[in-house]
């Protein structure tokens, strides 16, 4: 489900996807409203929350989705913004897009997770058109990336070809300029300061150098850099 | 007062003329009017400006289901207004794409929650309103901002359209409607934002009073043509399937 980390032929390098996205769930606190992107992203709800409460938030108006439908209990009127078909939680309420965007743009979210081509260490990050692409897939990011309250990327740390997804300055045009907070790749997680990229955690079995040398932009690593947590995953 | 009901799509879509600036509903297949796509195909109006989410299709509706690629097939897309002109995944193929980067048919990209807004501004009866959304992008080239408490905002233009497309769960005859879960989407503000909105509905339409006024999501008001679409499948509807995610 989770994909390979690398086109056939290459061994996968860290964490996995749903790895990345369940490191990035654990900080989702109890009661937060929370929109996740498509791709990566979408795997942050298999992640287990324990006593946490999650309230999964979707741009089409869905408030409050839960667990996708079992094949053969889908309601055909139903479907989060990755359209897949879901279902509702306790609690849950629908309302048009409008209104759902009004929860965006006001602050009302307070983590969106989405994917991303690159990300600069000034926190600009561009997700909505590859190099020399006409046209792009704009969606719902323009707005969640200057609403929510956190902006969180999930995304591997270099290109097919090996260049870096963390950069000094996007190359390609921004969906937002300053926004993000908090990065996890395949090889680890980064805060996003000042400063540019903290590394917090790094991935089981990748080494500092790997990270250093697969990372464009400010970078700093602490004298003490802890393991990303795996268990469960 | 003269019905608003009309016996099929075909017969509701008759008048629109070349030229037309059509707010085409749902999101995901949810909402979306297929039906009434495919007349507006069968009936050849050219030139056409849509205002949809995405041009791409949807694959919660079975092979064949009318979309854009169909209409520009036939000549009859001048330009798309939308949050998405490519697929989502490299491995999508979209029929509209092929025309887009051809150049035979235009689009304008604009953020999801900019068109929802836009839709609302122009049925609420508001020219233009200032947002955060895009500031900083290539998106704002060219317009106007401003800063309100510190923070930079981009002017947007309310989006007036000619007709809407949209699909409802239920109906009274006056056309108040109700939708169903994730079907509402874009379609109340797409409602609110033309001047002749065209719907298809799934249920028997009800007479007048049969709706709880609690109930009603879109108010008559905005409504002025429906159709009683038929049961699946004589009519197209959203069939069970692979998601686009993995």
Redesign the interface.
Known sequence: ?S?AQKPAGQKPVGLTRQQMCNRLAAEFQDGWIVNLG??IP?LCSNASFGDRQIIFH?????IGYGALAK??E????????????VTLNPGAA?????D??AM??SGRIDVTVLGAYEVADNGDFANW?MAG???????????LA??AKHVYLAMEHTTRDGKPRLVERCAI?????GVVSLVVTNLGLFEVTKHGFLLREIAPGVSIDTVKATTGGRLTVPATVPTVRVAGA | MKSKVFASCADAVRDIPDGAVIAYGGFAAMGAAPNLLQALADQGAKNLTFVTNTPRGSPNFPAGTPDFGLLCERGQVKKVICAFTAPTRASQIVAFSKYYEAGLVEAELVPQGTIAERLRAAGAGIPAFYTPTAVGTELAEGKETRIFNGREYLLEHALPVDYAFIRAHRADAFGNLQFRRSQRNFNPVMAMAARTVIVEIEQDILPVGAIDPDHVHTSGVFVHRMVRIKPPPDAWWPVAGKAVES
């Open positions: 489900m994909g498509l791709g979408t979707s741009e089409n108006g869905v094949p053969g889908e309601d055909l009127h139903l479907t989060n913004a990755g359209a897949q078909y629908i309302v048009h897009h409008a759902a965007f965006i743009r058109k692409q006409k046209g792009g897939g704009i969606g719902g990011a323009m707005d200057v609403g045009p921004v969906t937002a300029r």
